[in-house]
């Protein structure tokens, strides 16, 4: 059973960098492919992206320009990093592990980050 | 992008009732499409996978079909713990996109 539990500023300012790290536990980090998802009340749920253990990734166009995703397996860890965030990036992130197929089979328990100065 | 509707947004019910939630996507995609169960703060849970797939550990009155652009998820026998909000997911193609929910709540 795998486990996630995601880490970050719960606060961050208007055009600085958002950053959270995801920690797996209870599963290998190359069985999986790993992704990232906000939910706010304005837009519902939102894939941001996936990372696979070999480093390649899939982003959400409408935020590719803005978004950039890391992964460590020897810490079994994920990261996300959104750049120039405004009010409109306030929401609760979730990371999750896909185990096949592009559906979301383990999330984390979630964390709000709000824009805010 | 596809678009995910889903009807009704939300419907009332009591225990033991059987209810169906909709799921329409822009464009046909096979079957991949995912639902999952969310409660108030707490993470989405999956339920349904490959349309119809019944993940592990979800109990069997949750069911799933349809294939192309239309599909269903049907609670039979409604219990109190299956009063949350339903999402819908295309997984057919990037970006990936969910329905903006349907929420089941006590009649």
């Known amino acids: 059973q795998v486990q996630l539990h995601e880490s970050g500023p719960g606060l961050v300012k208007p055009s600085e960098t958002l950053s959270l790290t995801c920690a797996v536990s209870?599963?290998?980090?190359?069985?999986?492919?790993w992704s990232w998802i906000r939910q706010s009340p304005g837009k519902g749920l939102e894939w941001i992206g996936y990372?696979?253990?070999?480093?390649?990734?899939e982003y959400n166009p409408s935020l590719k320009s803005r978004v950039t995703t890391s992964i460590d397996a020897s810490k079994k860890q994920f990261s996300l990093n959104l750049r120039s965030v405004t009010a409109a990036d306030t929401a609760v992130y979730y990371c999750?592990?896909?185990?096949?197929?592009?559906?979301?089979?383990?999330w984390s328990q979630g964390t709000l980050v709000t824009v805010s100065s | 992008d596809i678009q995910m509707t889903q009807s009704p947004s939300s419907v009332s019910a009591s225990v033991g009732d059987r209810v169906t939630i909709t799921c329409r996507a822009s464009?046909?995609?096979?079957?991949?499409i995912a639902w999952y169960q969310q409660k108030p703060g707490k993470a989405p849970k999956l339920l349904i996978f490959?349309?119809?797939g019944v993940q592990s550990g979800v109990p069997p009155r949750f069911s799933g079909r349809g294939s192309g652009t239309d599909f269903t998820l049907t609670i039979t026998s409604l219990q109190p713990e299956d009063f949350a909000t339903y999402y819908c997911?295309?997984?057919?193609?990037?970006?990936?996109?969910f329905g903006p929910g349907t929420k089941v709540d006590i009649k």
């Open positions: 997911q295309q997984a057919s193609s990037f970006p990936l996109t």
């Open positions: 464009q046909g995609i096979d079957d991949w």
């Open positions: 490959a349309a119809s």
């Open positions: 209870g599963g290998s980090i190359s069985s999986h492919y």
């Open positions: 990372i696979y253990y070999n480093g390649k990734t």
């Open positions: 999750t592990a896909t185990l096949g197929g592009y559906k979301f089979d383990y």
